[in-house]
């Protein structure tokens, strides 16, 4: 097997792809919760306070 220093990224990335892969199959593991409605609406008005900062500060 190669040493850590001569892999290319490639397969760097698959071991790394196959050990996540692994760990979501597991039984133990916890999925997050979907997005509520309450989520929704604060990233729109968190949205519009910033188009809002944006439009004062450049007038």
């Known amino acids: 097997m190669q ?3 001569n892999k ?3 397969e ?3 071991e ?4 996540r ?3 979501i199959e597991s039984p ?7 997005l509520t409605k309450a989520d929704y609406l604060g990233m729109v008005v968190t949205a519009a306070i910033c188009v ?6 450049v007038v």
Do not use: D, M, T
């Open 16 to 19: 790394e792809l196959e050990a």
């Open 28 to 34: 133990g593991y916890e999925y997050i919760p979907r």
């Open 52 to 57: 809002v900062i944006i439009i004062v500060g």
């Open 21 to 23: 892969i692994e760990e």
């Open 12 to 14: 760097l990335l698959n």
């Open 3 to 5: 040493s850590e220093q």
């Open 8 to 10: 290319s990224f490639k």
